[in-house]
């Protein structure tokens, strides 16, 4: 178990510019989770998967986000057109329902600034 | 509606207890959960209560449940300097399967 990682752990574009982020989960969850932190605040969810199927998006989520899991295992998360707005900590977290009980384990996050 | 509420900053002497405390407002959340986040890093799972408990205790954490209120909180005994980060706590909502997270409580410890 090497835990969720993510790719990268930083990234700094200029305003416009697509970025594309990746999150490997725990091999044997089947649920993956990305939220978005921005300074002094707790994670806000943005969008869940279970399996390769993307079961829901917040309302933060605009339509420059999309996000995919085409295998059901890794994740990409991407942002076109990034906006100032957007700079924040991506974070990943995976899960797999076990007896009722959720319980997510996250990744060390990607760290966006957009210029 | 779902809105998790956190006091933003707690200082304390090493070896004193730390207390954290938090209030959340969906009372048909069945876990709730206490993070700890170092600077730059993801989140660290530390402990969890399920809704029919009012105490858990693992090592120097003790958490206590008060579902009348909708009051959780985290007691960590003998807190070190190690212990010093951000702490989220976080109600699971079977409804929409999320995490709400509070916005986080920052501990300082004083040598």
């Known amino acids: 178990d090497t835990g969720v990682s993510q790719d990268p752990r930083h990234k700094i574009t200029k305003r416009g510019q697509n970025v594309t982020f990746r999150c490997d989960p725990i091999s044997e969850h089947n649920r993956l989770y990305w939220y978005r932190q921005t300074l002094g605040q707790g994670p806000e969810f943005l969008t869940y998967f279970q399996n390769e199927a993307q079961l829901e998006k917040s309302r933060l989520l605009s339509d420059r986000f999309s996000a995919e899991r085409p295998k059901g295992s890794f994740s990409t998360l991407e942002i076109q057109r990034t906006e100032q707005g957007d700079s924040a900590m991506y974070l990943c977290a995976s899960s797999r329902l076990s007896s009722g009980k959720e319980t997510q384990y996250f990744g060390p996050g990607t760290r966006l600034l957009v210029l | 509606g779902e809105d998790v509420e956190q006091s933003l900053f707690l200082s304390v002497r090493e070896g004193d207890s730390s207390v954290i405390n938090c209030t959340y407002t969906?009372?048909?959340?069945?876990?709730l959960y206490w993070y700890k986040q170092e600077p730059g890093a993801g989140l660290q799972l530390l402990t969890y209560i399920f809704s029919n408990m009012d105490m858990k205790q693992d090592q120097r954490l003790t958490v206590l449940l008060n579902k009348k209120d909708k009051h959780l909180s985290l007691r960590i005994a003998d807190t070190q300097t190690g212990d010093s980060a951000i702490y989220f706590c976080?109600?699971?909502?079977?409804?929409?399967?999320?995490?709400?997270f509070g916005s986080g409580t920052r501990l300082l410890v004083r040598p």
């Open positions: 976080a109600e699971w909502m079977d409804s929409s399967y999320k995490l709400i």
């Open positions: 969906d009372s048909s959340s069945t876990y």
